[in-house]
């Protein structure tokens, strides 16, 4: 079977974004203990319950706000101003020195996460070819899988011949990398989608 490009295009995105930040993934926590001021085991709880915090607070009113305008051209830009938001997490990184701005990136990357999730779901389940749907699921949970579990061992390689550094900058690259690709899907978008309806007929083959 062949994918239509706008899944394909929305799967790859999503293994790059996810191996940029499971690169670092397995590393962050000894960065912060290690090299931040105020650093501890109790602060990087704190800091990951402030990513979910944010996410919950902006995800459920801007996905209302995405659902009153039914065509995927806000989608999109929700979606891009998301993706560009998370790629500067990892670039944070390296310009932190104190928990507090560990905190403000764990923010920044909870945002980030609220204005990626509903649009990249709202346009995945309307460009999922029919018949297919589970398979294509299943390829974008796989592709995430793949990525972390190659990314983040990787990742503690480059960190202990590297240093930290480094790894946050790869982490970034990949990650601008996943989100950059995300702009092939405009032309494919739908101006108008029907009021209530979840998935729209499967674009053509490409």
Same mark, same amino acid.
């Given at each position: 079977?062949? =994918?239509?490009?706008?899944?394909?295009?929305?799967?790859?995105?999503?293994?790059? $974004?996810?191996?940029?930040?499971? $690169?670092?993934?397995? /590393?962050?926590?000894?960065?912060?203990?290690? +090299?931040?001021?105020?650093? %501890? !085991?109790?602060? =990087?709880?704190?800091?990951?319950?402030?990513?979910?915090?944010c996410k919950? !607070? /902006?995800?459920?009113?801007?996905?209302?706000?995405?659902?009153?305008? #039914?065509?995927?051209y806000d989608?999109?830009?929700?979606?891009? !101003?998301?993706? %560009?938001?998370? *790629?500067?997490?990892?670039?944070?990184?390296?310009?932190?020195?104190?928990?507090? #701005?560990?905190?403000?990136? +764990?923010?920044?990357?909870? $945002?980030?996460? *609220?204005?990626?999730?509903?649009?990249?779901?709202?346009?995945?389940?309307? #460009?999922?070819?029919?018949? #297919?749907?589970?398979?294509?699921? %299943?390829?974008?949970?796989?592709?995430?899988?793949?990525?972390?579990?190659?990314?983040?061992?990787?990742?503690? !390689?480059?960190? +202990?011949?590297?240093?930290?550094?480094? /790894?946050?900058?790869?982490?970034?690259?990949?990650? =601008?990398?996943?989100?950059?690709? +995300?702009?092939?899907?405009?032309?494919?978008?739908?101006?108008?989608?029907?009021?209530?309806? /979840?998935?729209?007929?499967?674009?053509?083959? %490409?």
């Amino acid at each position: 079977m062949r =994918i239509n490009r706008v899944i394909r295009t929305l799967v790859l995105a999503d293994f790059f $974004v996810n191996a940029g930040f499971s $690169v670092f993934a397995p /590393v962050v926590a000894i960065f912060i203990t290690r +090299q931040i001021s105020g650093g %501890t !085991i109790e602060a =990087i709880g704190f800091g990951a319950a402030i990513v979910q915090l944010c996410k919950i !607070i /902006v995800e459920l009113p801007l996905a209302k706000i995405l659902d009153k305008n #039914h065509g995927e051209y806000d989608d999109f830009y929700s979606l891009i !101003i998301g993706s %560009t938001l998370i *790629a500067m997490v990892p670039f944070a990184y390296l310009f932190a020195n104190s928990i507090i #701005h560990i905190y403000i990136i +764990q923010a920044i990357y909870g $945002v980030g996460i *609220a204005f990626v999730v509903p649009p990249w779901y709202a346009i995945f389940s309307r #460009h999922l070819d029919k018949m #297919h749907e589970s398979f294509e699921w %299943t390829l974008d949970s796989v592709s995430i899988g793949l990525a972390a579990a190659g990314a983040a061992a990787l990742g503690g !390689i480059i960190a +202990q011949r590297f240093g930290f550094n480094f /790894v946050f900058i790869i982490g970034g690259i990949f990650a =601008i990398f996943g989100g950059l690709m +995300q702009i092939l899907i405009f032309k494919d978008l739908k101006k108008k989608v029907p009021q209530g309806q /979840v998935k729209a007929e499967p674009d053509k083959v %490409t």
